[in-house]
């Protein structure tokens, strides 16, 4: 099991691979990935050592489909998991949404949505968000000018930058998440662009912060199967328990993800701090197929946008 670490993978495996053991008595073994380029290797090479694999929205689709294996009907067809997420190469494990936090004590006003965060006459200070090309803050450009969650794609690159431009170096990227939910709650910056599962693993920090629901931009996380692997059988069975109704609820209870399955429940304490508890009409969805057409064109116009600021870091 090929995860991301950190206190995501320590609670999956509390309330999967662990449960999963015990009731079937095949081990699993686990390790951390950065990135895509080792699987790819593997594959290439004819000796894969991973066998179910967690990747993000970007990745898994039809493009991918040279380094994995096609899961069977009965398991992303299963009709308990939400429909229109899963597909023959990945199929969700959670849901999630990037969301604008906010200093309430550093801010003249509640702040409501993308707006605010781009308004740097009206909010004065410093915005933080991660460095990573495809983290909704393309998306958070064009809905605070004016463009409707379900009309963002294809993203209008050329207005999206245009109103990056309006932050200048009030604008701070970041190379992890505790970087920034550390500015946020230190007050060196007044808003934030990041997850709410980030939001709620960092509420110790502070309790100065808030989180403006509005326009939250929802995502997944998913599963999928290294091809060639030499337990294929095994993978599948883990990915169909992952996905069924009582694992998805007790990842519920060790983190803010909300469950993917119709049949899950999840704690009370738990869900005000839930994607799924302040859904909207407003609310936007990251189109991943557009991105993985279009990653590497965005990737290189953010790159040179980035080294023509001032104040870049």
Same mark, same amino acid.
């Given at each position: 099991?090929a995860?991301?670490?950190?206190?995501?993978?320590?609670a999956?495996a509390?309330?999967?691979?662990?449960?999963?053991?015990?009731?079937?008595?095949?081990r699993?073994h686990?390790t951390t990935?950065n990135g895509y380029g080792?699987?790819k290797a593997?594959v290439?090479?004819g000796k894969?050592?991973?066998d179910?694999?967690?990747?993000?929205?970007?990745?898994?689709l039809e493009r991918?489909?040279?380094?994995?294996?096609p899961i069977?009907?009965?398991i992303?067809k299963?009709?308990?998991?939400l429909?229109?997420?899963?597909s023959?190469?990945?199929?969700?494990?959670?849901?999630?949404?990037?969301?604008?936090?906010?200093?309430?004590d550093?801010?003249p006003?509640p702040?409501?949505?993308?707006a605010?965060?781009?308004?740097?006459?009206?909010?004065h200070?410093r915005?933080v968000?991660?460095d990573v090309?495809?983290?909704?803050?393309?998306e958070?450009?064009?809905? %605070?000018d004016g463009?409707?969650?379900?009309?963002?794609y !294809?993203l209008d690159?050329? #207005?999206?930058? =245009?109103? /990056?431009?309006r932050?200048g170096?009030?604008l701070v990227l970041?190379?992890n998440l505790?970087?920034?939910?550390d500015?946020l709650?230190?007050?060196d910056v007044?808003a934030a662009?990041?997850s709410?599962?980030?939001?709620?693993l960092?509420?110790h920090?502070?309790s100065?912060?808030?989180i403006?629901?509005?326009?939250?931009i929802?995502l997944?996380e998913?599963?999928?199967?290294?091809r060639g692997t030499?337990?294929r059988?095994e %993978?599948?069975a883990?990915?169909?328990?992952i996905?069924? !109704?009582?694992?998805?609820? #007790?990842?519920? =209870?060790? /983190?803010?993800?909300s469950?993917?399955?119709?049949g899950s429940?999840?704690?009370p304490e738990m869900e005000?701090?839930?994607?799924?508890?302040?859904?909207s009409?407003?609310d936007?969805a990251?189109?991943d197929?557009?991105w993985s057409?279009?990653?590497?064109?965005?990737q290189?116009r953010f790159?040179?946008w980035?080294?023509?600021r001032?104040?870049?870091?």
């Amino acid at each position: 099991y090929a995860g991301w670490g950190g206190h995501n993978q320590a609670a999956q495996a509390r309330s999967w691979l662990e449960p999963f053991e015990r009731e079937t008595g095949i081990r699993v073994h686990q390790t951390t990935l950065n990135g895509y380029g080792d699987l790819k290797a593997m594959v290439d090479a004819g000796k894969v050592t991973w066998d179910v694999v967690v990747i993000g929205s970007n990745w898994g689709l039809e493009r991918d489909a040279r380094y994995l294996e096609p899961i069977p009907p009965r398991i992303w067809k299963r009709p308990d998991i939400l429909p229109g997420l899963a597909s023959r190469l990945r199929v969700p494990d959670l849901v999630y949404s990037i969301v604008l936090n906010y200093r309430r004590d550093l801010v003249p006003r509640p702040l409501t949505g993308w707006a605010d965060f781009f308004d740097r006459r009206a909010v004065h200070g410093r915005r933080v968000t991660y460095d990573v090309v495809q983290y909704g803050l393309f998306e958070a450009a064009l809905m %605070a000018d004016g463009v409707a969650s379900k009309d963002l794609y !294809p993203l209008d690159l050329d #207005r999206a930058f =245009r109103v /990056l431009d309006r932050l200048g170096d009030d604008l701070v990227l970041v190379k992890n998440l505790e970087e920034a939910s550390d500015l946020l709650h230190g007050g060196d910056v007044v808003a934030a662009l990041y997850s709410q599962n980030h939001a709620y693993l960092s509420r110790h920090k502070s309790s100065a912060v808030e989180i403006a629901w509005r326009q939250q931009i929802l995502l997944c996380e998913y599963l999928a199967v290294s091809r060639g692997t030499a337990h294929r059988e095994e %993978a599948m069975a883990l990915i169909d328990y992952i996905v069924g !109704p009582e694992a998805q609820s #007790r990842l519920s =209870r060790n /983190l803010s993800y909300s469950p993917i399955n119709v049949g899950s429940t999840v704690a009370p304490e738990m869900e005000p701090h839930m994607t799924f508890s302040h859904r909207s009409s407003e609310d936007a969805a990251f189109d991943d197929e557009w991105w993985s057409r279009n990653v590497d064109e965005v990737q290189a116009r953010f790159d040179a946008w980035k080294a023509e600021r001032p104040g870049n870091r």
